[in-house]
């Protein structure tokens, strides 16, 4: 779940992951994360406003908090989220399916959880 202490706010925390974390992309999100010491995790989304207008971008971040709250990871991550232009075009579960993939790239699901979830949806 993210709640609103789950989430990272401060750009020093964005400057850090960007710095020092790892990234990994698809067609439509970039995925920056970050190791940290802690039992959980905490979530950032940052979109651009070459994505969309104000109200496609606050539809993205309120998607992407949704999706992350249905996805079950790994605690201990920094993890900023930041759709790329299409992005805001995609329906729900298309954009569930990306996220997906990328924390799968990230190794941020555990070992169990990935098998169940391809198995029950199509890629």
């Known amino acids: 779940m993210v709640s609103r202490g789950m989430r ?6 964005f ?7 790892r990234s990994w992309r698809n067609k439509f999100l970039i995925l ?5 010491e ?4 905490k979530f950032g989304f940052s979109v651009s406003r070459r ?15 949704e999706i992350v709250k249905q996805i ?7 993890i900023v989220l930041s759709p790329r232009n299409g992005a805001a075009e995609m329906k729900f579960e298309e954009l ?15 070992s169990e959880e990935i098998g169940g979830f391809l198995a029950a949806n199509d890629f």
């Open 15 to 21: 400057v850090a992951i960007a710095k020092l974390g």
């Open 38 to 41: 802690r039992d959980s995790n």
């Open 72 to 78: 079950p990871t790994t605690n201990g991550w920094d």
């Open 51 to 65: 994505v969309g207008n104000a109200v496609q971008r606050n539809r993205l971040k309120r998607c992407l908090r």
């Open 96 to 110: 569930r399916n990306q996220v997906y993939c990328l924390f799968v790239k990230g190794g941020l699901l555990p």
């Open 8 to 13: 990272l706010k401060k750009s020093d925390e």
């Open 32 to 36: 920056r994360t970050l190791q940290r």
